[in-house]
């Protein structure tokens, strides 16, 4: 006999462990179970199918300490279900309230609404035909906006014969140091002088690949309104979504007037225009800039005290140019 076997016979529970034997159906006695090594107390045993019953097992018929067992399985289910229930209402509620507070807040901004100026005066640099070559590339654009759409390779905003791709390149590691440690996800972004808005959307693509900076709202002013108007084509047709939103006025960037203080996150630009013979010394009819530029130029070798001078004048007039240009991105 094996030694389970020898237990069984000579313990106390010999005749229960018999006695469940016969009843229970197809049970072999000649199994040898794994588990038969270690055996309830007999407090332990679970009870017997009453005589006489037939069918299922219900809940009466479970010994006690199973019945407190699973309703304590049970409770810590309930208790566990209503806990994450709450936990849910609790986050949801918040992300509710969170989002709120954001539409608040932005509303509350400064700059959060503003009207683009309805009539734009001649700009101080507005001089001669220096315009001219910002007006016909804007109008190239304006004429045939599908050629958008080869932003990447086209002649950039007049950095010729430099493209997008390429000046990206130099700048990539420029603006992901400068601009991602002022920015967040969220937040607004202003480009004065912004031409096209094609240095705006190579900021949002840096500030996204670089530093996962996503959903700017992106907004500025350009001089020429062809400009502003192949601004607006190019963020509805050409790169849809790459900004929250968008708002782009044809202003002069020295009268930046229609713009509240503190509605901007981060504000510059991308190039800012010299100012040609600030002075305006050279007013008669054929006085184009490249000759006005040509004999500004030949006074600062001059030994003329009297050209010297206006050379001097000429510096601070311009200093004072780009000085007001900053005031009013500040």
């Known amino acids: ?82 806990t994450c229930l709450i936990l849910w209402i609790v986050v949801i509620a918040s992300a509710v309230s969170n989002g709120r507070d954001s539409k608040r807040r932005e509303a509350e901004r400064p700059g959060a609404s ?14 001669s035909d220096y315009y001219d070559p910002y007006r016909a590339n ?22 010729g014969p430099n493209s997008f791709t390429q000046l990206k390149a130099q700048l990539y590691k420029w603006k992901q140091k400068h601009f991602c440690e002022h920015l967040k996800s969220g937040d607004r972004m202003y480009e004065s002088a912004m031409g096209t808005g094609l240095n705006l959307f190579m900021t949002l693509d840096i500030l996204f ?9 992106v907004e500025g002013n350009d001089y020429v309104f062809d400009s502003i108007r192949n601004a607006e084509y190019l963020y509805k047709n050409v790169i849809p979504g790459t900004a929250k939103s968008t708002q782009f006025c044809g202003a002069d960037s020295l009268h930046l007037e229609h713009i509240p203080r503190g509605s901007f996150d981060l504000v510059y630009t991308g190039y800012m225009d010299p100012i040609v013979d600030a002075m305006h010394l050279y007013t008669s009819e054929g006085s184009d800039v490249r000759s006005r530029i040509d004999k500004l130029k030949s006074y600062c070798d001059s030994s003329d005290k009297a050209e010297d001078v206006l050379t001097r004048l000429d510096q601070n007039a311009q200093e004072k140019y780009h000085s007001d240009f900053v005031k009013q991105m500040i």
């Open 1 to 82: 006999m094996s030694g389970v076997g020898s237990i069984l016979k000579n313990s106390k529970f010999s005749q229960q462990w018999a006695d469940m034997s016969h009843e229970e159906d197809g049970i072999n006695n000649n199994e040898h179970d794994e588990n038969q090594h270690s055996l309830p107390s007999p407090d332990e045993m679970p009870a017997a199918r009453p005589k006489g019953k037939t069918g299922p097992v219900t809940w009466g018929d479970l010994p006690a300490w199973m019945r407190s067992r699973d309703k304590r399985l049970m409770y810590l289910l309930g208790l566990s279900a209503v």
């Open 114 to 127: 503003y009207k683009c100026p309805g009539e734009v005066e001649r700009a101080q640099n507005d001089i």
């Open 138 to 159: 804007a109008k190239i654009f304006r004429e045939n906006p599908t050629r958008l759409y080869e932003y990447a390779t086209e002649e950039y905003d007049g950095f």
């Open 209 to 217: 690949s670089a530093c996962d900076i996503d959903n700017i709202h």
